[in-house]
Nanobody, 125 residues
């Protein structure tokens, strides 16, 4: 089993940057595909970014491509989301998710078995 805890959220002005981190428990972290989803008030949870279990592939939603970067550090058992050029539209609760090996589709919420509690990101204009 995997337990995930997000951190790094907060308030930032438009155009600024934030780095989210997700700390994972367990010894098999390196075999899990990792992803970030987000949910804005009154909206469905949406895919943001994902990283394959072997670190060989990354996936990004069109809305964040070129601005966000997902990475992982297996030694530290963390997955990070570097968010640059933030926009008010990025305001949401960001969730870390994990799945053993790779999902059929990285952007499908139901493919992920483990979820963090979420961290709030608020971008002011």
């Amino acid at each position: 089993q995997v337990q995930l805890v997000e951190s790094g959220g907060g308030l930032v002005q438009a155009g600024g940057s934030l780095r989210l981190s997700c700390a994972a428990s367990g010894r098999a972290f390196s075999t899990y595909a990792m992803a970030w989803f987000r949910q804005a008030p009154g909206k469905e949870r949406e895919f943001v970014a994902a990283l394959s279990w072997n670190g060989g592939s990354t996936y990004y939603a069109d809305s964040v491509k070129g601005r966000f970067t997902i990475s992982r550090d297996n030694a530290k058992k963390t997955v990070n989301l570097q968010m640059n050029s933030l926009k008010p539209e990025d305001t949401a609760v960001y969730y870390c998710a994990a799945r053993l090996f790779n999902p059929r589709s990285a952007l499908l919420e139901y493919e992920y078995d483990y979820w963090g509690q979420g961290t709030q990101v608020t971008v002011s204009s």
